[in-house]
Nanobody
Framework: VQLQASGGGLVQAGGSLRLSCAAS????????MNWYRQAPGKTREFVAG???????AYADSMKGRFTITSDNAKNTVYLQMNSLKPEDTARYYC?????????WGQGTQVTVSS
């Protein structure tokens, strides 16, 4: 499966962005779709995920600010990010778990200015 992330950009602290991850196949067939992020000099970390049954999971620091949703008709997963902080600055990657393998998109840059 191929994943295309988009929606990143430069935003001021307190602002919002919505990231999109378009999959090349039906996301209903994918066990889970997730967002990760990686800041310069840091390891990649889990942000949020949504499973086939629409259950969701979030990293503690994103709870209440980020929301992950999916649109099966568009084979797209979204990450709505509100109340952004400078520490949210990172490259955000879309991930799909399917058939025991992980697939990654190219990522989209999010920069939050103070």
């Amino acid at each position: 499966v191929q994943l295309q992330a988009s929606g990143g950009g430069l935003v001021q602290a307190g602002g919002s962005l919505r990231l999109s991850c378009a999959a090349s196949r039906s996301i209903f067939s994918i066990r889970s779709m997730n967002w990760y992020r990686q800041a310069p000099g840091k390891t990649r970390e889990f942000v949020a995920g949504i499973a086939r049954d629409a259950s969701t999971a979030y990293a503690d620091s994103m709870k209440g600010r980020f929301t992950i949703t999916s649109d099966n008709a568009k084979n797209t997963v979204y990450l709505q990010m509100n109340s952004l902080k400078p520490e949210d600055t990172a490259r955000y990657y879309c991930n799909a778990g399917m058939n025991g393998a992980d697939y990654w998109g190219q990522g989209t840059q999010v920069t939050v200015s103070s």
